[in-house]
């Protein structure tokens, strides 16, 4: 009896992450205002301690020690009170000189003790103002460079409307400004060109197709009509259809591009069910079972849209599967705030170094072209647009035995 071979073990996954770690305290990250406040302040404290040094050495230079401003030549029974020396009560002229000497050291060491500790608090408190004014200036130089880089995010979520249209004066930030400006107008109209060049390329080319379909049904339709040419219309049909996908797919890709900016609340989980149902007869003439549970997911979005997610994410799980004993597993749920859509499937083993060409039009798993009749190459670009298009992401991974899981996140 023959012994089933084991599956294909899958390929090692990358050990590291393309976004990069976050920094355990995002909050005391060196930006731009943290370094300059830094400079400033090293700057006043640099300059303080400086001062500070010469005025010490200026002031003792003037309390010399040898400078004593009385000296006792003769006497007797001289008497001297002092209340922060020890000076003998009795004595000869020498012992009261000597100790009016100690005295006045003692003084001026005293002095530049006290002289000292002043001045460090009065610098560290100099200090303190000096870093929270320079904080406080530097946010208001560098408050143009915040409003670039807000407009900036604005353009990330692919808003190319937004401008900057700094105001003040003359000078290098609005120079940036204005030249941010201006590449934002060139990208609008790049991009507002090559949209509507795809969508009205997929329209136009939308009636010949309807036309030849029309014409090639209706003559296959002919029950007089040669074998030969019933079977030539079939591949034309076929052909027919693949290429009304592929407008269809390059006419909502491009239409998945920009932002949803109308959003209703709709249920992932309502939204994967509806792609299964369109997907089970699929997956039931390739032997393919669909599972899963799929739980309550509410995100703010193009229903629409989202379901083609679904949909294309399920289709490829069924196409590209086992021939036998396969299974594709949709689940939804609601993870760290966000809705999360999870599809995985049995199927061929993906090296981790493909994946990110599985996202490129036109790609599949070792070919470029649309060499087969798995469809035209076109879900997951969709599928990685409408995603970006709701703030979200999707992300792919070899999944051990074969097959592959993508992770859909969206925010809630």
């Not at 009016?100 to 608090?121: E, F, G, K, N, P």
């Not at 309807?210 to 040669?226: F, K, Q």
């Not at 739980?295 to 229903?303: E, I, K, L, P």
Request: glycine residues 8%; neutral net charge; hydrophobic residues 40%.
């Amino acid at each position: 009896m023959a012994t089933t071979p084991a599956p294909p073990a899958a390929p090692p996954k990358p050990t590291w992450d393309p976004r990069g770690a976050e920094p355990p305290f995002p909050w005391v990250r060196p930006t731009i205002r943290i370094r300059l406040t830094l400079l400033y302040g090293g700057m006043f404290m640099i300059a303080g301690i400086l001062l500070l040094s010469i005025i010490y050495l200026l002031a003792a230079a003037a309390l010399h020690s040898g400078n004593t401003p009385f000296k006792i030549l003769s006497g007797q029974n001289v008497t001297v009170a002092s209340g922060s020396c020890q000076i003998p009560a009795t004595g000869n002229a020498q012992e009261f000189n000597d100790a009016i000497s100690r005295c006045m050291a003692q003084q001026r060491q005293h002095a530049l003790d006290s002289l000292l500790t002043r001045s460090l608090m009065a610098l560290v408190g100099l200090s303190v103002i000096a870093f929270a004014f320079g904080y406080a200036m530097a946010g208001r130089v560098l408050s143009p460079l915040g409003r670039i880089t807000r407009t900036a995010r604005r353009v990330a979520g692919t808003d190319l409307t937004r401008r900057i249209e700094l105001d003040g004066p003359d000078d290098e930030l609005k120079e940036l400004a204005d030249t941010f400006d201006d590449m934002l107008d060139r990208l609008e109209r790049a991009f507002t060109a090559q949209q509507r060049f795809v969508a009205n390329a997929s329209h136009e080319l939308r009636t010949p197709l309807a036309i030849n379909r029309t014409l090639l049904e209706v003559h296959l339709s002919d029950p007089g009509a040669p074998v030969e040419l019933h079977q030539l219309g079939k591949t034309l049909l076929a052909t027919n259809e693949r290429s009304e996908q592929l407008v269809e797919g390059l006419l909502l890709l491009a239409r998945s591009e920009n932002e949803i900016v109308d959003r209703k609340p709709v249920d992932l989980a309502e939204v994967a069910s509806r792609a299964i149902d369109q997907a089970r007869g699929e997956a039931q003439a390739k032997g393919v079972e669909i599972r899963g549970e799929r739980a309550y997911a509410v995100v703010q979005g193009n229903g629409v849209l989202l379901e083609r997610i679904a949909l294309n994410l399920v289709q490829n799980a069924v196409r590209y599967n086992v021939p036998q004993g396969g299974w594709v597993s949709v689940t939804t749920e609601l993870q760290d705030g966000q809705a999360v859509l999870v599809v995985s499937n049995t199927g061929p083993v993906v090296p981790a170094y493909e994946i990110d060409n599985l996202f490129e039009p036109f790609r599949r798993l070792r070919t470029e072209r649309t060499g087969s009749d798995k469809g035209v190459g076109l879900g997951l670009s969709i599928a990685r647009s409408v995603a970006r298009a709701h703030g979200g992401r999707i992300i792919a991974e070899p999944r051990e035995g074969g097959g592959l899981v993508m992770r859909v996140t969206l925010p809630v």
